[in-house]
Protein backbone atom coordinates (compact mmCIF):
# COMPACT_ATOMS: atom_id res chain seq x y z
CA UNK A 1 0.00 0.00 0.00
CA UNK A 2 0.90 3.75 -0.72
CA UNK A 3 2.41 5.43 2.11
CA UNK A 4 -0.01 8.31 3.40
CA UNK A 5 0.56 11.70 4.33
CA UNK A 6 -2.64 13.44 5.88
CA UNK A 7 -2.32 17.22 5.98
CA UNK A 8 -3.52 19.94 7.54
CA UNK A 9 -3.95 23.10 6.08
CA UNK A 10 -5.22 26.03 8.34
CA UNK A 11 -6.12 29.72 7.73
CA UNK A 12 -2.68 31.67 6.79
CA UNK A 13 -1.73 33.42 3.95
CA UNK A 14 1.00 30.18 3.34
CA UNK A 15 -1.46 28.42 2.57
CA UNK A 16 -1.08 28.76 -1.15
CA UNK A 17 2.31 26.56 -0.39
CA UNK A 18 1.03 23.71 0.98
CA UNK A 19 -0.16 23.10 -2.50
CA UNK A 20 2.98 23.09 -3.88
CA UNK A 21 4.17 20.61 -0.95
CA UNK A 22 0.95 17.88 -2.03
CA UNK A 23 2.54 18.62 -5.99
CA UNK A 24 5.75 17.31 -4.77
CA UNK A 25 4.86 14.85 -2.05
CA UNK A 26 2.09 13.02 -5.24
CA UNK A 27 5.39 12.81 -7.42
CA UNK A 28 6.78 10.65 -5.18
CA UNK A 29 3.47 8.66 -5.15
CA UNK A 30 2.43 9.62 -1.43
CA UNK A 31 -1.31 9.38 -1.28
CA UNK A 32 -2.00 12.68 0.09
CA UNK A 33 -5.06 13.36 1.83
CA UNK A 34 -6.24 17.39 2.53
CA UNK A 35 -7.76 18.59 5.71
CA UNK A 36 -8.64 22.03 5.42
CA UNK A 37 -9.99 24.05 8.23
CA UNK A 38 -12.39 26.64 7.01
CA UNK A 39 -10.38 29.63 7.33
CA UNK A 40 -8.22 27.75 4.89
CA UNK A 41 -10.41 27.47 2.35
CA UNK A 42 -10.46 31.67 2.23
CA UNK A 43 -6.93 31.28 1.26
CA UNK A 44 -7.36 28.20 -1.26
CA UNK A 45 -9.90 26.68 -2.82
CA UNK A 46 -10.79 22.85 -1.75
CA UNK A 47 -10.43 22.67 -5.78
CA UNK A 48 -6.82 23.32 -5.49
CA UNK A 49 -6.22 20.34 -3.40
CA UNK A 50 -8.17 18.15 -4.97
CA UNK A 51 -6.77 18.36 -8.22
CA UNK A 52 -3.11 18.42 -6.90
CA UNK A 53 -3.89 15.09 -4.65
CA UNK A 54 -6.67 13.43 -6.48
CA UNK A 55 -8.20 12.61 -3.27
CA UNK A 56 -11.30 15.02 -2.01
CA UNK A 57 -10.58 17.48 0.23
CA UNK A 58 -12.63 17.37 3.77
CA UNK A 59 -13.38 20.54 5.03
CA UNK A 60 -15.97 20.45 7.74
CA UNK A 61 -17.12 17.83 9.68
CA UNK A 62 -21.18 17.54 9.15
CA UNK A 63 -21.64 18.35 5.38
CA UNK A 64 -20.17 14.88 3.93
CA UNK A 65 -22.03 12.40 2.76
CA UNK A 66 -20.00 9.63 4.75
CA UNK A 67 -20.78 9.97 8.59
CA UNK A 68 -18.10 12.20 9.50
CA UNK A 69 -17.11 10.62 12.92
CA UNK A 70 -16.24 7.62 10.42
CA UNK A 71 -14.18 9.52 8.20
CA UNK A 72 -12.34 11.58 10.45
CA UNK A 73 -11.36 8.30 12.47
CA UNK A 74 -10.41 6.34 8.85
CA UNK A 75 -8.15 9.02 8.05
CA UNK A 76 -6.50 9.28 11.17
CA UNK A 77 -5.69 5.48 11.26
CA UNK A 78 -4.85 5.82 7.67
CA UNK A 79 -2.00 8.06 8.20
CA UNK A 80 1.72 7.48 7.89
CA UNK A 81 2.39 10.97 8.76
CA UNK A 82 0.23 13.71 10.00
CA UNK A 83 1.40 17.36 8.75
CA UNK A 84 -0.25 20.45 9.52
CA UNK A 85 1.21 23.14 6.90
CA UNK A 86 0.73 25.78 7.95
CA UNK A 87 0.05 25.74 11.20
CA UNK A 88 -2.02 28.81 12.44
CA UNK A 89 -1.70 29.96 15.96
CA UNK A 90 -4.91 29.02 16.80
CA UNK A 91 -4.46 25.04 15.31
CA UNK A 92 -1.94 25.02 17.79
CA UNK A 93 -3.43 26.21 20.50
CA UNK A 94 -6.38 24.44 20.16
CA UNK A 95 -4.30 20.79 20.09
CA UNK A 96 -2.36 21.65 22.82
CA UNK A 97 -5.48 22.10 24.87
CA UNK A 98 -7.27 19.16 23.23
CA UNK A 99 -9.88 21.57 21.87
CA UNK A 100 -11.49 19.60 19.04
CA UNK A 101 -13.88 21.66 17.17
CA UNK A 102 -13.50 20.63 13.63
CA UNK A 103 -12.58 18.36 11.44
CA UNK A 104 -8.55 18.82 11.52
CA UNK A 105 -8.36 19.26 15.49
CA UNK A 106 -10.83 16.04 15.71
CA UNK A 107 -8.89 13.64 13.61
CA UNK A 108 -4.85 15.15 14.68
CA UNK A 109 -6.51 14.57 18.14
CA UNK A 110 -7.68 10.55 16.81
CA UNK A 111 -4.19 9.83 15.11
CA UNK A 112 -1.24 7.14 16.46
CA UNK A 113 0.47 8.60 13.52
CA UNK A 114 3.80 10.76 13.96
CA UNK A 115 2.43 14.24 13.99
CA UNK A 116 4.83 17.36 11.99
CA UNK A 117 3.45 20.78 12.99
CA UNK A 118 5.01 24.02 10.49
CA UNK A 119 4.06 27.05 11.92
CA UNK A 120 3.34 30.68 9.91
CA UNK A 121 2.16 33.13 11.33
CA UNK A 122 3.30 36.49 12.29
CA UNK A 123 6.40 37.05 14.57
CA UNK A 124 4.77 38.39 17.21
CA UNK A 125 2.68 36.32 17.28
CA UNK A 126 5.18 33.35 16.99
CA UNK A 127 7.69 34.80 19.64
CA UNK A 128 4.31 34.87 22.40
CA UNK A 129 4.47 33.63 25.23
CA UNK A 130 1.15 31.85 24.58
CA UNK A 131 2.38 30.09 21.47
CA UNK A 132 6.02 29.95 22.52
CA UNK A 133 4.28 27.75 25.68
CA UNK A 134 1.76 25.93 23.19
CA UNK A 135 4.64 24.87 20.82
CA UNK A 136 6.82 23.76 24.17
CA UNK A 137 3.78 21.41 25.38
CA UNK A 138 2.84 19.93 21.84
CA UNK A 139 6.95 19.20 21.67
CA UNK A 140 6.53 17.26 24.98
CA UNK A 141 4.18 15.12 23.34
CA UNK A 142 6.40 13.69 20.33
CA UNK A 143 5.38 16.56 18.08
CA UNK A 144 8.05 17.48 15.86
CA UNK A 145 8.04 21.45 14.50
CA UNK A 146 9.33 21.97 11.42
CA UNK A 147 10.67 25.46 12.90
CA UNK A 148 9.28 28.45 10.40
CA UNK A 149 11.65 31.10 8.74
CA UNK A 150 12.89 34.78 8.81
CA UNK A 151 12.02 37.18 6.26
CA UNK A 152 9.67 39.34 5.09
CA UNK A 153 6.60 38.34 6.30
CA UNK A 154 2.51 39.33 4.45
CA UNK A 155 2.11 41.46 7.11
CA UNK A 156 4.94 43.38 6.28
CA UNK A 157 7.06 42.73 9.19
CA UNK A 158 10.58 41.31 9.17
CA UNK A 159 11.21 38.31 11.56
CA UNK A 160 10.59 34.42 12.22
CA UNK A 161 7.26 33.46 11.12
CA UNK A 162 7.32 32.99 7.83
CA UNK A 163 6.42 29.03 6.83
CA UNK A 164 9.58 26.52 5.44
CA UNK A 165 9.79 26.55 2.10
CA UNK A 166 7.84 23.41 0.93
CA UNK A 167 11.15 21.73 -0.02
CA UNK A 168 12.14 22.23 3.09
CA UNK A 169 8.71 20.38 3.94
CA UNK A 170 8.76 17.36 1.77
CA UNK A 171 12.48 16.94 2.64
CA UNK A 172 11.53 16.80 6.95
CA UNK A 173 8.18 14.72 5.80
CA UNK A 174 10.51 12.13 3.86
CA UNK A 175 12.92 11.76 6.38
CA UNK A 176 10.50 10.81 8.52
CA UNK A 177 8.36 8.37 6.15
CA UNK A 178 11.50 6.38 5.92
CA UNK A 179 12.37 6.56 9.29
CA UNK A 180 14.71 3.86 9.99
CA UNK A 181 14.79 2.88 13.65
CA UNK A 182 18.92 0.62 13.20
CA UNK A 183 20.43 2.16 16.08
CA UNK A 184 18.13 0.66 18.50
CA UNK A 185 19.97 -0.63 21.81
CA UNK A 186 22.61 1.88 20.96
CA UNK A 187 23.83 3.99 24.04
CA UNK A 188 25.58 7.27 22.09
CA UNK A 189 27.16 9.63 23.86
CA UNK A 190 27.61 13.09 22.40
CA UNK A 191 29.26 16.34 22.67
CA UNK A 192 28.25 19.44 20.77
CA UNK A 193 29.44 23.35 21.32
CA UNK A 194 31.94 25.50 22.21
CA UNK A 195 33.24 25.65 25.72
CA UNK A 196 33.66 28.77 27.74
CA UNK A 197 36.70 29.40 29.81
CA UNK A 198 36.72 32.37 32.20
CA UNK A 199 39.39 34.73 33.03
CA UNK A 200 38.10 36.82 35.40
CA UNK A 201 34.06 36.78 36.28
CA UNK A 202 33.59 39.16 33.40
CA UNK A 203 36.01 37.86 30.44
CA UNK A 204 35.98 34.65 28.93
CA UNK A 205 37.49 33.01 26.39
CA UNK A 206 35.44 30.47 23.71
CA UNK A 207 35.11 29.99 19.84
CA UNK A 208 33.03 29.99 17.14
CA UNK A 209 31.47 26.39 17.22
CA UNK A 210 27.67 26.99 17.07
CA UNK A 211 27.01 22.68 18.41
CA UNK A 212 24.71 22.72 14.99
CA UNK A 213 26.53 19.57 14.18
CA UNK A 214 26.24 17.54 17.27
CA UNK A 215 22.78 18.21 18.20
CA UNK A 216 21.92 17.13 14.36
CA UNK A 217 23.12 13.94 15.24
CA UNK A 218 21.72 13.55 18.68
CA UNK A 219 18.31 14.04 16.87
CA UNK A 220 19.33 11.67 14.02
CA UNK A 221 20.50 8.91 16.46
CA UNK A 222 17.43 9.35 19.23
CA UNK A 223 15.34 9.77 16.11
CA UNK A 224 16.67 6.02 14.40
CA UNK A 225 16.23 4.90 18.44
CA UNK A 226 19.29 5.14 20.00
CA UNK A 227 19.36 6.09 23.59
CA UNK A 228 21.25 9.45 23.70
CA UNK A 229 23.11 11.75 26.25
CA UNK A 230 24.10 15.48 25.17
CA UNK A 231 26.89 16.89 26.96
CA UNK A 232 26.53 20.24 25.63
CA UNK A 233 29.13 23.25 25.66
CA UNK A 234 27.62 27.10 25.00
CA UNK A 235 24.78 26.72 22.54
CA UNK A 236 21.48 28.16 21.78
CA UNK A 237 19.78 25.02 20.34
CA UNK A 238 16.93 23.37 21.86
CA UNK A 239 17.07 20.29 23.46
CA UNK A 240 16.32 17.89 20.36
CA UNK A 241 13.28 15.49 21.08
CA UNK A 242 13.94 12.49 23.14
CA UNK A 243 17.53 13.39 23.64
CA UNK A 244 19.12 13.76 27.21
CA UNK A 245 20.87 16.84 27.58
CA UNK A 246 23.89 17.33 30.40
CA UNK A 247 25.06 21.23 30.16
CA UNK A 248 28.96 22.06 31.11
CA UNK A 249 30.56 25.29 30.97
CA UNK A 250 34.60 25.12 30.40
CA UNK A 251 36.44 22.41 29.35
CA UNK A 252 37.29 20.44 32.23
CA UNK A 253 33.97 20.38 32.81
CA UNK A 254 33.13 18.52 29.68
CA UNK A 255 36.15 16.28 30.33
CA UNK A 256 34.56 15.63 34.09
CA UNK A 257 30.89 14.51 32.34
CA UNK A 258 32.46 12.55 29.14
CA UNK A 259 34.40 10.46 31.75
CA UNK A 260 31.46 10.07 34.05
CA UNK A 261 29.22 8.83 31.19
CA UNK A 262 31.47 6.95 28.83
CA UNK A 263 31.98 3.56 31.08
CA UNK A 264 28.02 3.55 29.70
CA UNK A 265 28.04 4.18 26.49
CA UNK A 266 28.60 2.12 23.17
CA UNK A 267 29.62 4.90 20.94
CA UNK A 268 30.91 8.61 21.40
CA UNK A 269 31.04 10.94 19.14
CA UNK A 270 32.98 14.13 20.18
CA UNK A 271 31.63 17.00 18.01
CA UNK A 272 32.24 19.36 20.52
CA UNK A 273 35.02 22.06 20.40
CA UNK A 274 36.35 22.01 23.94
CA UNK A 275 38.82 24.58 24.48
CA UNK A 276 42.21 23.21 24.22
CA UNK A 277 43.93 26.04 26.60
CA UNK A 278 42.26 27.49 29.37
CA UNK A 279 43.69 30.94 31.60
CA UNK A 280 46.09 29.63 34.03
CA UNK A 281 44.39 30.88 37.41
CA UNK A 282 40.92 32.55 36.99
CA UNK A 283 40.94 36.15 38.49
CA UNK A 284 38.21 35.75 41.75
CA UNK A 285 37.94 39.56 41.13
CA UNK A 286 37.59 41.83 37.67
CA UNK A 287 41.12 42.08 36.68
CA UNK A 288 41.84 45.91 36.07
CA UNK A 289 43.77 47.93 33.94
CA UNK A 290 45.71 50.07 36.30
CA UNK A 291 47.75 52.09 33.46
CA UNK A 292 48.77 48.73 31.39
CA UNK A 293 49.85 49.07 27.85
CA UNK A 294 50.04 45.60 27.26
CA UNK A 295 49.15 42.69 28.79
CA UNK A 296 50.28 38.83 28.91
CA UNK A 297 47.40 36.33 29.71
CA UNK A 298 49.00 32.69 30.70
CA UNK A 299 46.99 29.41 29.51
CA UNK A 300 47.77 25.88 30.45
CA UNK A 301 46.90 23.23 28.22
CA UNK A 302 43.45 22.05 29.02
CA UNK A 303 42.90 18.29 28.74
CA UNK A 304 41.64 15.93 25.77
CA UNK A 305 38.77 14.35 26.31
CA UNK A 306 39.64 12.14 22.76
CA UNK A 307 42.74 11.00 23.73
CA UNK A 308 41.79 10.26 27.47
CA UNK A 309 39.01 7.95 26.08
CA UNK A 310 40.81 6.25 23.29
CA UNK A 311 42.99 4.99 26.26
CA UNK A 312 40.65 3.75 27.73
CA UNK A 313 38.04 2.63 24.50
CA UNK A 314 37.44 -0.71 24.87
CA UNK A 315 34.98 -2.13 22.47
CA UNK A 316 33.05 0.93 22.31
CA UNK A 317 33.14 2.98 19.04
CA UNK A 318 34.59 6.52 19.00
CA UNK A 319 34.23 8.91 16.67
CA UNK A 320 36.40 12.27 16.12
CA UNK A 321 36.09 15.59 14.12
CA UNK A 322 39.21 17.80 13.01
CA UNK A 323 38.95 20.85 12.47
CA UNK A 324 41.39 21.97 9.73
CA UNK A 325 42.10 24.70 8.16
CA UNK A 326 44.54 23.24 6.06
CA UNK A 327 46.27 19.34 4.97
CA UNK A 328 42.91 18.50 6.25
CA UNK A 329 43.97 14.47 4.85
CA UNK A 330 47.27 14.87 6.94
CA UNK A 331 46.24 16.16 10.26
CA UNK A 332 42.95 14.05 10.26
CA UNK A 333 44.76 10.76 10.31
CA UNK A 334 47.42 11.61 12.60
CA UNK A 335 44.66 11.99 14.89
CA UNK A 336 42.59 9.19 14.19
CA UNK A 337 46.30 7.79 15.15
CA UNK A 338 47.45 9.27 18.07
CA UNK A 339 43.60 9.52 19.36
CA UNK A 340 42.67 5.94 18.93
CA UNK A 341 39.58 6.73 17.30
CA UNK A 342 37.91 4.61 15.03
CA UNK A 343 35.96 7.28 12.83
CA UNK A 344 36.85 10.77 12.22
CA UNK A 345 35.22 13.30 10.23
CA UNK A 346 37.29 15.79 8.81
CA UNK A 347 35.66 19.39 7.64
CA UNK A 348 37.14 22.32 6.08
CA UNK A 349 36.19 25.34 8.44
CA UNK A 350 37.64 27.92 6.43
CA UNK A 351 35.11 26.92 3.88
CA UNK A 352 31.96 29.24 3.12
CA UNK A 353 29.45 26.43 3.59
CA UNK A 354 31.00 24.10 5.77
CA UNK A 355 32.30 26.18 8.72
CA UNK A 356 30.85 27.16 11.88
CA UNK A 357 27.73 28.45 12.62
CA UNK A 358 26.56 27.71 9.04
CA UNK A 359 23.44 24.90 8.81
CA UNK A 360 25.45 22.92 6.28
CA UNK A 361 28.45 20.85 6.09
CA UNK A 362 30.52 18.51 4.51
CA UNK A 363 32.89 15.98 5.54
CA UNK A 364 35.22 13.42 4.56
CA UNK A 365 34.91 10.38 7.29
CA UNK A 366 38.61 8.37 7.60
CA UNK A 367 37.66 5.20 8.90
CA UNK A 368 40.17 2.80 10.66
CA UNK A 369 41.20 0.07 8.68
CA UNK A 370 41.58 2.49 5.54
CA UNK A 371 38.47 3.25 4.62
CA UNK A 372 37.49 6.83 3.10
CA UNK A 373 34.09 8.13 2.68
CA UNK A 374 32.85 11.50 1.25
CA UNK A 375 29.88 13.13 2.71
CA UNK A 376 28.99 15.71 0.20
CA UNK A 377 27.67 19.33 1.33
CA UNK A 378 24.21 19.15 2.56
CA UNK A 379 22.16 20.41 5.66
CA UNK A 380 24.00 19.30 8.64
CA UNK A 381 20.97 17.03 9.65
CA UNK A 382 21.55 14.73 6.33
CA UNK A 383 25.40 14.78 7.12
CA UNK A 384 24.62 13.64 10.51
CA UNK A 385 22.61 10.12 8.74
CA UNK A 386 25.22 9.83 6.64
CA UNK A 387 27.40 9.56 9.87
CA UNK A 388 25.04 7.50 11.50
CA UNK A 389 24.91 4.90 8.71
CA UNK A 390 28.78 4.98 8.35
CA UNK A 391 29.23 4.27 12.41
CA UNK A 392 26.40 1.57 12.21
CA UNK A 393 28.18 -0.37 9.71
CA UNK A 394 31.44 0.20 11.11
CA UNK A 395 29.57 -1.31 14.28
CA UNK A 396 28.41 -4.50 12.88
CA UNK A 397 32.03 -5.18 10.57
CA UNK A 398 33.56 -4.76 13.92
CA UNK A 399 31.65 -6.90 15.89
CA UNK A 400 33.06 -9.76 17.97
CA UNK A 401 36.39 -8.50 16.32
N1 LIG B 1 38.87 17.48 21.53
C1 LIG B 1 38.84 16.88 22.78
N2 LIG B 1 39.36 17.52 23.87
C2 LIG B 1 39.96 18.72 23.75
C3 LIG B 1 40.02 19.33 22.46
C4 LIG B 1 39.49 18.69 21.38
O1 LIG B 1 38.30 15.79 22.90
N3 LIG B 1 40.44 19.31 24.83
C5 LIG B 1 38.28 16.78 20.38
C6 LIG B 1 37.26 17.53 19.57
O2 LIG B 1 35.95 17.34 20.07
C7 LIG B 1 37.39 16.91 18.19
C8 LIG B 1 38.83 16.46 18.15
O3 LIG B 1 39.30 16.50 19.49
O4 LIG B 1 36.56 15.77 18.06
C9 LIG B 1 39.72 17.28 17.31
O5 LIG B 1 39.70 18.61 17.65
P1 LIG B 1 40.65 19.65 16.91
O6 LIG B 1 40.52 20.97 17.56
O7 LIG B 1 40.46 19.57 15.44
O8 LIG B 1 42.07 19.03 17.15
P2 LIG B 1 43.06 19.01 18.32
O9 LIG B 1 43.26 17.61 18.71
O10 LIG B 1 42.68 19.98 19.38
O11 LIG B 1 44.40 19.44 17.56
P3 LIG B 1 44.82 20.82 16.88
O12 LIG B 1 44.16 21.90 17.66
O13 LIG B 1 46.31 20.76 17.03
O14 LIG B 1 44.37 20.75 15.45
Known sequence: MKKCVVLGVTGSIAAYKAAELVSRLKKRDIDVRVIMTEAATK???????????????????????????????????????????PASANFIGKFAAGIADDMLTTTVMATKAPVMIAPAMNTNMYESAAVQENIGILRRRGCEFIEPESGLLACGDTGRGRLAEPAELERRIMERLVQKRDLEGLKLLVTAGATREDIDPVRYITNRSSGKMGFAIAEAAARRGAEVTLVCGISALKTPYGVKRIDVVSSDDMFEAVDALFGECDALVMAAAPADFTPAEKAAQKLKKNG??????????????????????????????????????ENALKKLEEKNLDMIAANDVAGENTGFGVDT???????????ERSIALADKSIVADRLLDELAEYRLNTAGA
Open 43 to 85: FVAPLTFETLSLNPAVTDMFSRETPWEVEHIALAKRADVFVVA
Open 292 to 329: RQDMTLELRATRDILKAMGAKKGGRTIVGFAAETQNIR
Open 361 to 371: NAVTLFIRGGG
